[in-house]
Nanobody, 124 residues
Framework: QVQLVESGGGLVQAGGSLRLSCAASGRTFSSYVMGWFRQAPGKEREFVAVINWSGGRTYYADSVKGRFTISRDNTKNTLYLQMNSLKPEDTAIYYC?????????????????WGQGTQVTVSS
């Protein structure tokens, strides 16, 4: 089992950057595929990015490809999401999640553990 806590959200102007962090507790963080999702008001939870256990494989939603970078530091039990060139449509609550499912897990149902989320607001 793993507990996840996101941080790093906030208010930023369009074109700006933010880096989200997801701190994991438990000794098995490195065995999980880790992902980021987001949910805007009135919309379904949307896949953003995923990274395999070693950090050697990543996969992105088309909407963020080239702007966002997912990474992990297994020595610190921490997952990251570097977000550049932010747009107002990136505004959402961002969640990190842990999966033991197939590669690449891009559906919420493929993730077993979730954080509480962190708000990202991009102003125009």
């Amino acid at each position: 089992q793993v507990q996840l806590v996101e941080s790093g959200g906030g208010l930023v102007q369009a074109g700006g950057s933010l880096r989200l962090s997801c701190a994991a507790s438990g000794r098995t963080f490195s065995s999980y595929v880790m992902g980021w999702f987001r949910q805007a008001p009135g919309k379904e939870r949307e896949f953003v990015a995923v990274i395999n256990w070693s950090g050697g494989r990543t996969y992105y939603a088309d909407s963020v490809k080239g702007r966002f970078t997912i990474s992990r530091d297994n020595t610190k039990n921490t997952l990251y999401l570097q977000m550049n060139s932010l747009k107002p449509e990136d505004t959402a609550i961002y969640y990190c999640a842990a999966s033991g499912s197939r590669w690449p897990p891009s559906l919420p149902g493929e993730y077993a553990y979730w954080g509480q989320g962190t708000q990202v607001t991009v102003s125009s």
